[in-house]
């Protein structure tokens, strides 16, 4: 079935949050505390998200429909880092459509967004270290793992997290080869 793609608007926030609060809640446990995961995530998604669709400046938010159902999103933050470029914040497929190609998709998209308004070709993301299956998914999507680092809390609240998680960052440095395989 073919998926729809689009940019978000401010009216998306609230299912993009959704799909943000149940996508950590499935895959951050363990690196987020619990009393966050268990919290209000949705409230929390819905504020971050609400103010990143109200003003879009330098970022791109697309979505993946079908149906008229959020299947997935990307975000990506141009030209964020002078060494890795433009960092692609966020891809959550909605679980139970996983491993359809939406990821891949998005991804692309998200490339190609990058060559389109990105001063400069790279681009990256933080995934964890934990999440192994997100890693062989970037990888096999040309990426390649440059550092580990300590993850930075959610709004900065360092309760929010478990220990000291670590993320990976998974680099592509011409993103312009990564959005011509689409």
């Given at each position: 079935?073919?998926?729809?793609?689009?940019?978000?608007?401010?009216?998306?926030?609230?299912?993009?949050?959704?799909?943000?609060?149940?996508?950590?809640?499935?895959?951050?446990?363990?690196?987020?505390?619990?009393?966050?995961?268990?919290?209000?995530?949705?409230?929390?998604?819905v504020?971050?998200?609400?103010?990143?669709?109200v003003?879009?400046?330098?970022?791109?938010?697309?979505?993946?429909?079908?149906d008229?159902?959020l299947?997935?999103?990307?975000?990506?933050?141009?030209?964020?880092?002078p060494?890795?470029?433009?960092?692609?914040?966020?891809?959550?497929?909605?679980?139970?459509r996983?491993?359809?190609?939406?990821?891949?998709q998005?991804?692309?998209?998200?490339?190609?967004?990058?060559?389109?308004?990105?001063?400069g070709?790279?681009?990256?993301?933080?995934?964890?270290?934990q999440?192994?299956?997100?890693?062989?998914?970037?990888?096999?999507?040309?990426?390649?793992?440059?550092?580990?680092?300590?993850?930075?809390?959610?709004?900065?609240?360092?309760?929010?997290?478990?220990?000291?998680?670590?993320?990976?960052?998974?680099?592509?440095?011409?993103?312009?080869?990564?959005?011509?395989?689409?």
């Amino acid at each position: 079935m073919a998926f729809q793609f689009r940019s978000a608007g401010a009216d998306d926030a609230e299912q993009v949050a959704m799909l943000h609060a149940d996508s950590w809640r499935r895959h951050y446990r363990g690196a987020f505390a619990e009393a966050f995961l268990d919290g209000d995530l949705v409230t929390e998604r819905v504020s971050v998200w609400s103010k990143r669709l109200v003003d879009p400046a330098g970022t791109e938010t697309i979505l993946a429909e079908q149906d008229g159902e959020l299947a997935g999103f990307v975000h990506v933050e141009f030209d964020l880092d002078p060494d890795w470029g433009s960092l692609v914040d966020n891809l959550h497929v909605v679980h139970n459509r996983r491993r359809g190609g939406i990821g891949r998709q998005l991804l692309s998209r998200a490339a190609q967004a990058v060559v389109d308004q990105a001063a400069g070709d790279s681009m990256y993301l933080w995934v964890l270290e934990q999440n192994t299956a997100a890693q062989q998914f970037y990888l096999a999507s040309g990426a390649t793992c440059v550092e580990a680092a300590p993850v930075a809390p959610p709004g900065g609240d360092p309760a929010r997290l478990n220990g000291t998680p670590l993320g990976l960052r998974m680099a592509w440095p011409d993103a312009a080869l990564f959005s011509a395989d689409r």
